[in-house]
């Protein structure tokens, strides 16, 4: 059973940073294509980053240049730095697996931009 666990979410000022994370089980994570969506209430959930199980990345144009995406498979961890942050970044964060053509997901954590 796939289970996502994310944590480090919270209440942050515009400009601060914050650094997400998700603990996935199971030895197999290391061999697929982990990311991170985001969701505001009444909306769609968007990707935010994606990291494949060689560590290529890619980012929403919303993003570039102020997170950054990673993994550690000794930890089957994954990971969102977010500096420079904006109230728009204002969301759920959802950690998300994708294996097997399905999609895995995280409970979710809140992070707000406000000051």
């Known amino acids: 059973q796939v289970q996502l666990v994310e944590s480090g979410g919270g209440l942050v000022q515009p400009g601060g940073s914050l650094r997400l994370s998700c603990e996935a089980s199971g030895s197999f994570f290391r061999l697929y294509t982990m990311a991170w969506y985001r969701q505001v209430s009444g909306k769609q959930r968007d990707l935010v980053a994606i990291?494949?199980?060689?560590?290529?990345?890619n980012y929403a144009d919303s993003v570039k240049g102020r997170f950054t995406i990673s993994r550690d498979g000794a930890k089957n961890a994954v990971y969102l730095q977010m500096n420079s942050l904006k109230p728009e970044d204002t969301a759920v964060y959802y950690c998300?697996?994708?294996?097997?053509?399905?999609?895995?997901w995280g409970q979710g954590t809140q992070v707000t931009v406000s000051s």
């Open positions: 990291i494949t199980s060689r560590s290529s990345t």
């Open positions: 998300n697996l994708k294996m097997g053509g399905d999609d895995y």
